[in-house]
């Protein structure tokens, strides 16, 4: 089945603990993003991938470090977190072309005490 | 600065009526739009969409209508079914941009039997 896949699924952290959220696609897929959905704010991307080694920051990116070393794969680092990044994250990915459909994953939900 | 907005949070309908979802944009750049279906506990899903050289674009039950002189888009549901209470997102995205999407902060769709 055609999927993207985020894990984990809901997180409780403390400020200042790293964390890794993974994400992964099995469409051969060029393009990932990262997203996080606020109150609200809606949806707003946080960093993306053309490819893989190519990655470049979204609207949100502060506090994020991303990397793309597999094309399936595209993972989203917290490497201090802290409460404002309180939120529910979302990977996506599509084929290249700006107008192709963007499939996403379930979510991640994420509470930084 | 929120280019893309929905400004209804909530929208509540009888079944079998007409569901009608707003969205504007500022970015007279922009030329292609989306709107994503979003269920609890899952990711959005993409849903339909139109290109700036239409004015209407229709699949089934849904109906997409731009009127670019007043930067406005609309989801119609006719009819709307229990089923379709979700949220639904509003994006917009340009030529030459990568592809990114900006998306609206959402509208929460009640749909009641």
């Known amino acids: 089945e055609a999927q993207v896949t985020q894990n984990p699924r809901y997180l409780i952290t403390v400020t200042g603990k790293k964390l890794t959220v993974t994400c992964s696609q099995n469409m051969n897929h060029e393009y990932m993003s990262w997203y996080r959905q606020d109150p609200g704010l809606g949806l707003r991307q946080i960093y993306y991938s053309m490819n893989v080694e190519v990655t470049d920051k979204g609207d949100v990116p502060e506090g994020y470090k991303v990397s793309r070393k597999e094309k399936r794969n595209f993972p989203l680092i917290l490497e201090s977190p802290s409460p404002n990044q309180t939120s529910l994250y979302f990977c996506?990915?599509?084929?290249?072309?700006?107008?192709?459909?963007?499939?996403f994953g379930p979510g991640t939900r994420l509470l930084v005490l | 600065d929120q280019q893309v907005k929905q400004n209804s949070p909530s929208l509540s309908v009888q079944e079998g009526r007409i569901s009608i979802l707003n969205c504007d944009y500022t970015?007279?750049?922009?030329?292609?739009f989306l709107w994503y279906k979003k269920y609890p506990a899952e990711g959005p899903t993409f849903l339909i969409s139109i290109s700036s050289i239409k004015d209407k674009n229709e699949d089934g039950r849904f109906t997409v209508f731009l009127n670019k002189s007043a930067k406005h888009l609309s989801l119609h549901i006719v009819p709307s079914q229990p089923g379709d209470s979700a949220v639904y997102f509003c994006?917009?995205?340009?030529?030459?941009?990568?592809?990114?999407?900006?998306f609206g902060q959402g509208t929460t769709l009640q749909v009641k039997p």
């Open positions: 996506a990915s599509r084929l290249a072309g700006g107008r192709e459909t963007q499939y």
């Open positions: 994006a917009a995205t340009s030529s030459g941009n990568t592809g990114k999407l900006i």
């Open positions: 970015n007279s750049m922009f030329d292609y």
